[in-house]
């Protein structure tokens, strides 16, 4: 089922608290790199709100969000109407912020959590540490500055690493993406793409860098919602599609740097129920099928539980399903993650190979289950039901 797709950045901070440049600057950024909303993330304020910056710049919406920051910790979170009180959210535990933020229909995410800072230019390490807290709706599962600030640690730095940055990333980490599996096998736990951008201005060896221009960042880790029905020019109406949209999970993140991945589709179909991503589908009386499709061909795998289940070079991808549990994909192209779907969650009961007792049933066969369920006598409802 086609949908539509909207690109938006997230996390990214203007004039309002540390970043370098105004929410004017910043917003003809977003228009120059086609977003279609930018979810801005000043440190512990509701000020772009409060003077009404929440609105449609251009093509591109901003919405007011806030990174709510102590030493670590570092809580993203976004809604419609003002977060009260956030100036001082910052001095709460991570658990309390969580609730206070919840309380006010605002929607949570654990911001960067594997950031390990740059020891040879102080920069800190702002990761999460806290990891007993609950009730957030999801984490940062890939960070622009995390992964480019990686890089910095090498021995040897050459300029390279500034002009051809892409080239050095490497992905999601692995420590983040592996907790996330863990996380997503206890309960809903929504992946969201970082850039964590302040167009920082850095002086290296006599020379300065703009560390990432936005536009640079807004052209690289992006999250697209995919919508039912067209976005809304009427601005509040708008931002309701989206934020519903990212507090149900039903986005993807991906590096649009090199191809544009709009067009992705991933679903769960269980015969009567489709589920999107971050939905949940009970296992079919009979098939249930996942399906993926990807505008160009990718090195795709599928993960269930957090184990790759299949791997292949391909467009699409259509395989049946037998076991319960979070499934997800990733796409590579050029050696880095392309797409990464938010899971899918498919409840029920696996079949289970039928060994012992069979009372009125036939055989038993030594051979599990074959992967098939014998198809019912069809009927004319049956036949309707193809449509
Ligand atoms: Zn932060």
Not at 83 to 94: C, T, W
Not at 102 to 115: G, M, R, V
Not at 124 to 142: F, L, N, R, T
């Amino acid at each position: 089922m086609a949908k539509y797709d909207y690109r938006g950045a997230v996390h990214c901070h203007s004039t309002y608290s540390d970043g370098t440049g105004s929410v004017e600057e910043i917003m003809a950024a977003a228009n120059d790199a086609g977003l279609d909303f930018v979810i801005l993330t000043d440190h512990d304020t509701m000020k772009p709100k409060q003077e009404g910056e929440d609105k449609w710049h251009g093509s591109a919406m901003l919405i007011c969000g806030t990174e709510i920051s102590p030493e670590k910790n570092h809580l993203i979170a976004v809604g419609e109407e003002e977060l009260k009180d956030v100036e001082s959210m910052k001095n709460l535990s991570p658990q309390e912020c969580i609730n206070a933020v919840n309380k006010q229909d605002w929607i949570s995410f654990l911001a960067h959590p594997d950031h390990e800072g740059v020891e040879k230019f102080d920069v800190p390490s702002c990761k999460w540490e806290d990891w007993s807290v609950q009730d957030y709706a999801g984490m940062g599962i890939w960070d622009l500055q995390t992964d480019w600030q990686e890089q910095l640690n090498r021995d040897e730095l050459t300029t390279d690493l500034y002009t051809d940055f892409a080239r050095h990333l490497t992905g999601p980490k692995d420590e983040t993406l592996n907790r996330w599996d863990e996380l997503c096998q206890k309960g809903k736990v929504i992946g969201l793409g970082e850039i964590t951008n302040h167009n920082f201005k850095r002086e290296y060896e006599g020379k300065e860098y703009q560390i990432f221009p936005y536009e640079t960042a807004f052209r690289t880790i992006q999250n697209h919602v995919l919508l039912d029905e067209p976005l809304a020019k009427d601005y509040a109406v708008a931002r309701k599609q989206v934020l519903d949209a990212v507090r149900e999970g039903q986005y993807y993140i991906s590096f649009d740097f090199w191809d544009d991945p709009t067009e992705f589709a991933f679903e769960i179909d269980n015969g009567e129920t489709v589920a999107p991503m971050g939905g949940t589908v009970e296992l079919g009386e009979e098939v249930t099928e996942l399906v993926a499709m990807l505008p160009e061909d990718a090195l795709i795998n599928v993960f269930h539980n957090g184990k790759s289940i299949h791997e292949e070079e391909a467009n699409e991808v259509l395989i049946e399903i037998n076991e319960p549990g979070v499934y997800r994909l990733e796409a590579m192209r050029n050696d880095l993650t392309w797409i990464l779907s938010n899971p899918i969650w498919v409840t029920g009961e696996a079949p289970q190979p039928e060994i012992e007792e069979p009372e009125e049933e036939e055989t038993v066969e030594e051979e599990p289950a074959a992967e098939e369920t014998p198809a019912e006598e069809p009927s004319a409802d049956d036949e309707q039901a193809q449509e």
